[in-house]
Every structure is written in structure tokens, then in C-alpha cells.
């Protein structure tokens, strides 16, 4: 087995495109599982090996595709603690978050090949738990919205408003309403714990959502 750290054959890039193409598919299925948008825009593909729903509206998917776009490169030096996607009510309140907690070794065990397959199979499990989790949330309000938050370390914080890595699509600092909830419901749905990245997924539920 070889220990390499993050800046060895940019292991961060390679950990923050397995993430962010994990981090797609998710968006997507949130939504469709929660029913932020009619399920007649989603088609069904096959990621991880399981069945998924992927949306096809272009602009909804160059949204989802610009977000990541932007969160890759925090990804990358390991600079994002979280990425959340809020979906509010019609008065923008939030009533759900369902946050994905990410870290990385500054210290990287790769024994073989067999580590990406490991980490795939994790990341499947994830898309499975997605996938049915409707059965522990209660409904949602009509004509709901979502957002995606990154929650960043703080010295990335004050980098960040330099770079704008697509332009006209600049990073702002969230409402404080998209942040907070009151007195949410914390429901785990899974974690994993792999040589690359450690990542937990837990949804905050608003008690009152009508």
C-alpha cells in the first residue's frame, strides 16, 4: 500500500470529480423525489449501476451544472465542509435541507484500482437511500423551490470573491433565512467512510411545513 498526500498526482481532482459527478446525480433526485418540479421533465437513467431519475429541462440542468462547476474547485483543495440543497416554500423558507458533509485525509492510502469500484459501491448506497427517503419526510407545500449552499472553511471564504469561475455566475452570500430553520427535525439517512473522503447526508426538516 503507498500513502501519497493531496498534492500527489492531484488526488484532489480525481476525489472532486467522483464527487461532483455523485453530487449531479443527488440534485436530481432530490428533486424528483421530493417533487420540487413535475416528473414529467425527469427521464430514467442508470448511475452506480441502479436506476435514477435525471432531469431534462436544459436550463434546470445548466444550473446544476454551473453550481458544481463552481464547487469543484473547493472540492479540490478541500475547502468545502458542506454542500446543502434547501427547498424552500413559495415565501422562500426553507422547509428542507438535506446537507452533505464532506472531509478528506490530508493523507491518502490508495492500495489499487479496487478503491475507485469500493467508493462507487459507497456512493450507490447514498443514491439508493435518496431514492427512497420520501418514506421518512413528510410532504412538501405546492410550488416549492431549491437552492444550492456551500458551506466553506474560512480561509476559502475570504479567497472566494476573488475568483468567479464562470462568468455572470458569481457566489453571494446566502439570506440568512436559506440557513436557519427553527427547531428543525434531523433525519440521518447515511454515511460512508472510505481511504478518499468521508461523507454524511442528513436532511433538517421544518416541524410546521404548512
Known sequence: ?????RQDLNFGQVVADILCEFLEVAIHLILYVREVYPSGIFQKRKKYNV???MSCHPEL????????HCIKPLIEKN????VV?????????PVERFVFEISQPPLLSISSDALLSHVEQ????????ISVCDAVLNNNPPGCSFTVLVHTRDAATRNMEKVQVIKDFPWIVADEQEVHMQEPRLIPLKTMTSDIVKMQLYVEERAQKT
Open 1 to 5: 500500500m503507498t500513502t501519497i498526500t
Open 51 to 53: 436506476p435514477v431519475q
Open 61 to 68: 440542468n445548466q444550473y446544476i451544472q454551473d453550481t458544481l
Open 79 to 82: 475547502d468545502a465542509e458542506k
Open 85 to 93: 440543497v434547501v427547498i424552500m416554500d413559495k415565501e422562500h423558507h
Open 122 to 129: 459507497l456512493l450507490r448506497a447514498f443514491i439508493l437511500k
